[in-house]
């Protein structure tokens, strides 16, 4: 089958992408920016990439006609706290508008479970945008699932954080509502054992775990299985806002998410029929076996994809291309440069920098930078990286996005999400000569923007003079 994939650089589409191909199926990847997807060139060379932003009224024609079926994958809640809904709205129309174009049969939507009268504004936008797929040109096929639990999930991440972190928790009341957590291999098995079957076509279908838990109960759990003591107070008058901005400061989640999962852990998500695991005999993972199977994953290095890379985890919005040019006029510019005998071990150090091994010199300045880069709103160091030596265009690393990463051309280019005053880059390349050259641009914003630079020139000294001579012989 011809499967269009939308989403397909979102913590979804990245773990439901290789086993399409693996199925047989041709793959068209539909994403904003080509330069984001974050896959090898063995599987880029067995795909096709398009560019089409659902957001664009002016998109037609982007999409090939003779697909069979596609994925709908998008979703806004983490890019605002106000519009969001507006924003998925918008997306979803459009889709039906350019999917009308083609012969697909059959779109697959992976919505949230919405069982409550009352739902949150999160809920209530999954079930508006299923309303206005139903009314497309196609056959859907509706899976709702509450939580998601797997290596990479913004809510396997967010429990981890909080149970690894915290050893005595004070929590508002939300930590009772109940949900039903779902394996991320239980969510790939629903995503494509309904492709192309036309007995699930038209149909909505709640899919979840086995257990039903309390937020609280997961914690527990969580803690006994990674031999950790954890202590939760209630107490019952924290408020939403005030809990986001606990989730925020703790966990590596961006205040915009964190703000969206509290108002949406007020409702209980659980599954009303079991319909299609019966259809499908899917063997549903417990809670405890799933964070078993992403620890796995995590202790292998074999994590394939994390919602702290999508774009909507930090700042940045703009075209990756955008920035690819580093500018020089008007900058404030710091050059390292250095001898190198091994540039293969050099590239390699590189390549490894940041998350658990952090920045070679000055950790601690590092850590206190991302600290008071959290304090301003912004990502602070707790993103980290998805791979411990791989390193994709677009993907996050700590308070930087990468813009750039061409091993071949011995050259990394980040360009900084943390709170500052103007534009900042971190560039690292070696040249035909075995020198290695660490640039770090910055492009003030008015006085302030000045004012920040040299103020920071005494640390940028000691910082970055050190960091390039443990690079060169680390």
């Known amino acids: 089958m011809k499967i269009l994939l939308t989403g397909a650089n979102g913590y979804i589409g990245m773990r439901l992408l290789p086993l399409l191909l693996e199925q047989g199926h041709q793959v068209i990847c ?10 090898s060139r063995q599987t880029r060379s067995r795909i096709q990439v398009i560019e089409i932003d659902f957001l664009d009224d002016n ?16 979703h806004s809640m983490s890019s605002s706290t106000s519009d969001f809904d507006e924003k998925e709205e918008h997306s979803a129309r459009n889709f039906n508008k350019y999917i009308s174009e083609t012969n697909c049969k059959q779109v697959i939507y992976l919505g949230g479970i919405v069982n409550e009268e009352n739902l949150s504004k999160h809920l209530w936008s999954r079930k508006n945008v299923e309303e206005i797929l139903k009314s497309g040109s196609f056959s859907l096929t509706v899976l709702r699932a509450a939580i998601i639990v797997g290596s990479g999930s913004a809510s396997f991440e967010i429990i981890r954080d909080l149970c690894e972190k915290l050893p005595v928790m004070i929590t508002p009341k939300w930590v009772k509502t109940r949900c039903q957590p779902i ?28 257990d039903i838990l309390t937020y609280r109960e ?19 008058f924290m408020s939403p806002k005030l809990s986001s901005y606990w989730l925020y400061f703790v966990t590596s989640t961006s205040y915009k998410l ?8 007020k409702v209980e998500v659980i599954t009303r029929d079991t319909r299609l695991q019966e259809a499908l005999q899917i063997d549903p993972i417990s809670y405890a076996e799933a964070i078993k199977l992403a620890f796995k994953k995590i202790e292998q290095n074999q994590v394939l994809s994390s919602w702290k890379d999508s774009m909507v985890s930090g700042r940045f919005r703009q075209d990756l291309n955008e920035y690819i040019k580093v500018p020089k006029y008007g900058c404030l510019i710091d050059e390292q440069t250095i001898k190198i005998t091994d540039p293969e071990r050099v590239l390699n150090n590189i390549w490894t920098i940041g ?3 952090g920045w070679y010199y000055g950790n601690f300045l590092w850590k206190i930078r991302g600290f008071i880069d959290k304090l301003f709103g912004g990502v602070g160091l707790r993103r980290g990286r998805t791979h411990p030596d791989k390193i994709f265009e677009g993907d996050a690393l700590d308070f930087w996005r990468v813009i750039l990463a061409d091993k071949e051309q011995k050259r990394l280019l980040l360009f900084a999400e943390m709170r500052v005053p103007g534009e900042a880059w971190l560039e690292f390349d070696i040249d035909e000569n ?21 103020l920071m020139l005494p640390f940028h000294y000691f910082i970055f003079g050190g960091m390039i001579r443990r690079i060169a012989k680390s």
């Not at 006994?224 to 107070?233: A, E, N, P, S, T």
């Not at 020198?435 to 910055?442: R, S």
């Open 258 to 265: 964190a703000l969206n999962l509290v108002d949406s852990m």
């Open 218 to 236: 997961m914690m527990k759990l969580y803690a006994k299985i990674r031999k950790l003591k954890l202590y939760i107070i209630d107490v019952p």
């Open 355 to 357: 998350g658990k091994k």
């Open 30 to 39: 539909a994403v904003r920016n080509a330069a984001r997807l974050s896959v």
């Open 434 to 454: 075995n020198i290695l050259h660490q640039t770090a641009t910055f492009r003030p914003k008015g006085l302030w923007g000045r004012i920040y630079w040299f």
């Open 183 to 210: 394996a991320i291999r239980n969510v790939i098995e629903y995503l494509t054992g309904v492709l192309g079957e036309e007995r699930f076509y038209n149909e909505s279908y709640d899919i979840g775990g086995p």
């Open 59 to 74: 998109a037609q024609g982007v999409i090939p006609g003779d697909i069979d079926a596609a994925y709908y994958l998008i």
